[in-house]
């Protein structure tokens, strides 16, 4: 799926808080980095993005022997032998067009679960090297679930397994000019949240949720508007990997919120405390887009030393 991210630079926002468990996961995310070499730290963003998504995931890894020659699923992959025990990810840098920052898909899946094999990421070299890694890691969160096989995985075409058997399951509907995702784990995710109609909206690419539907969401179809922060991995799209077929860990999706009205301009940092944030290393650690303005949730007078209307500024 590519995946278009808005051209807005986002505020430099330093390493921000990323303590998140990494809980030995069932499931594991094998990377092998190909292509352009890559700095240390998008590298490590890359890794952790792996291990973040892996953790969402309570069901194994089903083990396959594999015997794919090179290019077979995208030209310049090399071959790929032996017994796979997880899911192998190249991820590979290379030059993609100015305002594309990633692209990201299953290949081979398996018979039976009709789960993904194996699978790429391709990222944009250009910019990389100046792209906090805040952004490199949602990035990549997003592009692991494309893998994984949200948004990829959900028209009837896309869901051949190796010895080409066809899975039926429906998740699409098309309501006049809009996509619906109708498959029930996401769907009933969605009514809990107070969703209303016949299914999720869609972006017109049918691979992500519509922006206008879930503003920030990770899968949204304008998360790439949303920078500096980690986007959330909500209910929809934990209910989406289970409707695919995986079993998910409870607990594993972020705190979400439907919009009411129209979607706010990185503005809508998750909890943000009465009165703003205690300090900005508070902020970062929310995943606040900084510097806060004056006016935004979060932002209050103490943070700002030079009373300029920014506070937390690098
Ligand atoms: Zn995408």
Redesign the pocket.
Known sequence: ???WRGLALAAALLGAGLAGAATAAPFGIEVRFLGAPLGAAPRSAVNEAARRVSALIASPFEPVRVNVPAGECDRGLPALRGRLTRLVVFVRVKRLDDDLYAT?MPCDLHDGSFLPIYGVVDLNSAGLSDLPRTDVLDTMI??FL?VLGV?TLWERDARVSVSGAQDDRVFLKRQGKVTLYVAPRALSAFRALGGQGAGIPLDPDR??WAGEAVCSEV?SGS?GDYTGRLNPVSPLTLGALEDLGYRVQAGGAAPFRLPVGACPVQADTPAVPAGGFASCAAAREAGAALPLRRGQPGYRPGLDGDGDGLACEP
């Open positions: 799926m590519t995946c990201g997003h592009e494309h948004g691979g992500h899968l998360s």
